[in-house]
């Protein structure tokens, strides 16, 4: 007879023999540049706390005075009873900053991204897709009914014939603001250009560029000088924000009223939780108020891509704090990061199939927060390692 703990038990145990079972590691002490892990301390380059706000003295102390007075929890969904004046007022600052109408607030950003496509789009649209983007861009476009295009990724031309094909009444064009295998910013210049040419809107996904990428550290339409010509923005407060949790859509203020009427992951869920409001209301007072957290952010991430490079490492990218260092062989890249914990340097290896076959890398993270010394040490332990190995 069918047994699930047969049928799932096996292919659990494929999983392990193809070597990607994902083994979560427990972390011990708060999110820092330096974490107890494994039973020891380690210098932690593999989390997304781009701006090292996630153990910021300020933020925590905000959150613990908005449970003293707006509560711990709401206990319903937005449109019952579970807005609060502060949940507005987050909305407000995120539209200002990204200079939009209005925001909505998800509890994710895979529930922003799965909770778009479907409550804008209907069959007489279509959308076009990098290959590339986030798996809940894709879980979302699956999810509604009009026409899909998949275009490889940030190849133009591609998406220019997909385009011009095209008879769809309304057109959109999603990306990720930054790919975050490659630490690659999109192409948002050619991509606004083709939108202009094919009357196309654009969607970006900026949850690896938020708050840090670009002069004012708006994103990845900062970096490229296009804040006026994107549509509709996504973002996470789970990364440089904070990294607590918690998603949102910035865009018109007839996408926004669309999606508080019929969003489905918006209208049953519940409302994001009052502290973390409070909390990322504060990190919007620091970011756009204090840049040194950004310019340190930039000279370590400058530093660290120099300096790796100069030790004749192999790395992907441009100007972004994830440094992919290419090992290529998957066996290697493993081998590689496990003898870089012996040296308390904690990074991770990605390998197929969440890279292509032959490009397996180490992911490097940069954060406002690592010091000088944590760098050098770093590039210490990665020219040691790479040596022995015969990587470089
Ligand atoms: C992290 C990430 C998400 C998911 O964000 P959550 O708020 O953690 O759900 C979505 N898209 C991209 C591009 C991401 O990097």
Redesign the pocket.
């Known amino acids: 007879m069918a047994n699930i703990k047969n049928i799932l038990g096996n292919q659990l145990e494929k999983i392990k023999q193809d070597g990607t079972f994902k083994n979560e590691r427990i972390i011990q002490t708060p999110q820092e540049t330096e974490i107890d892990v494994l039973g020891k301390t380690v210098i932690n380059f593999c989390a997304n706390n781009y701006l090292g706000l996630s153990n910021n003295i300020d933020i925590k102390k905000a959150a613990i005075q908005a449970i003293d007075e707006w509560g711990f929890g709401l206990s319903s969904v937005r449109f019952i009873c579970g807005t609060q004046t502060i949940h507005k007022e987050l909305e407000n600052r995120v539209s200002e900053f990204h200079g939009k109408e209005d925001t909505i607030l998800y509890s ?4 922003a ?1 799965g909770g778009l496509f479907e409550t804008i789009l209907s069959k007489e649209d279509a959308v076009f897709s990098d290959e590339l983007n ?1 798996a ?2 894709i879980d979302g476009i699956r999810l509604c009914k009009a026409e899909k295009n998949r275009y490889r990724h940030a190849d133009m031309d591609h998406l220019e014939k997909l385009l011009k094909n095209s008879n769809a009444r309304l057109k959109l064009i999603a990306t ?1 603001g930054v790919f ?1 295998m490659d630490g690659v910013v999109a192409p948002l210049k050619d991509i606004v250009v083709l939108a202009k040419k094919y009357d196309a809107m654009i969607m970006v ?1 900026d ?2 560029a938020t708050g840090f990428l670009g002069n004012e550290g708006k994103g990845s339409a900062d970096y490229h000088n296009v804040l006026n010509d994107i549509d509709i923005v996504t973002s ?4 440089a924000l904070g990294g607590a ?3 949102f859509v910035c865009a018109s203020k007839e996408i926004i009223e669309t999606l508080r009427q019929k969003s489905r992951p918006y209208l049953f869920s519940n409302s994001l939780a009052p502290p973390l409001v409070a909390a990322c209301i504060k990190v919007f007072d620091i970011i756009q108020n204090d840049y040194s957290y950004k310019k340190r952010l930039e000279k370590n991430t400058l530093y660290f891509r120099e300096k790796i490079k100069e030790h004749g490492f192999d790395i992907k990218g441009f100007d972004h704090p994830i440094v992919p260092i290419m090992i290529y062989d998957e066996k290697k890249a493993i081998k590689m990061s496990e003898e870089l914990l012996k040296k308390n340097i904690y990074v991770i290896a990605f390998s197929s199939p969440v890279v292509a076959r032959g490009e397996a890398r180490i992911r490097v993270q940069i954060s406002a927060d690592h010091t000088q010394e944590q760098l050098d040490y770093a590039l210490h332990a990665f020219h040691g390692v790479g040596t022995e190995l015969n990587i470089i």
């Open positions: 994710s950003c895979f529930d991204n986030h809940s861009i990720d975050s996904d949850c690896h996470t407060f789970g990364k949790s918690g998603g």
